[in-house]
């Protein structure tokens, strides 16, 4: 079981950039994939990006590709969602969450056990 914290959100003018931060508890943080969805009003959690165990895969929604990067630090028990070139439709809450799962490609949030409170991003236009 691990417990996680996001960080990092705020207002952002279009075209610039944050990076959020997502603290997990636990020994085992390395054994979990990792992902981040979020949450617009009125609209279903989508799914941002997630990386494998190691760090040594990743995956993005192509609504995000080439703008944001996921990374983890597993000595810190970390890992982040560096986004930019921010647009206004990335405005949302944006959640941390851990997985059990074998594989890495994991893209649906009903596959994560574990998730955080989430951290606002708004984006002005």
């Known amino acids: 079981q691990v417990q996680l914290v996001e960080s990092g959100g705020g207002l952002v003018q279009a075209g610039g950039s944050l990076r959020l931060t997502c603290a997990a508890s636990?020994?085992?943080?390395?054994?979990?994939?990792m992902g981040w969805f979020r949450q617009a009003p009125g609209k279903e959690r989508e799914f941002v990006s997630t990386?494998?165990?190691?760090?040594?895969?990743?995956q993005y929604a192509d609504s995000v590709k080439g703008r944001f990067s996921i990374s983890r630090d597993n000595a810190k028990n970390t890992v982040y969602l560096q986004m930019n070139s921010l647009k206004p439709e990335d405005t949302a809450v944006y959640y941390c969450?851990?997985?059990?799962?074998?594989?890495?490609?994991?893209?649906?949030?009903?596959?994560?056990?574990?998730w955080g409170q989430g951290t606002q991003v708004t984006v002005s236009s």
């Open positions: 636990g020994r085992t943080f390395y054994s979990y994939i």
């Open positions: 990386i494998s165990w190691t760090g040594a895969s990743t």
């Open positions: 969450a851990a997985s059990i799962m074998r594989n890495w490609g994991i893209t649906e949030w009903y596959k994560y056990d574990y």
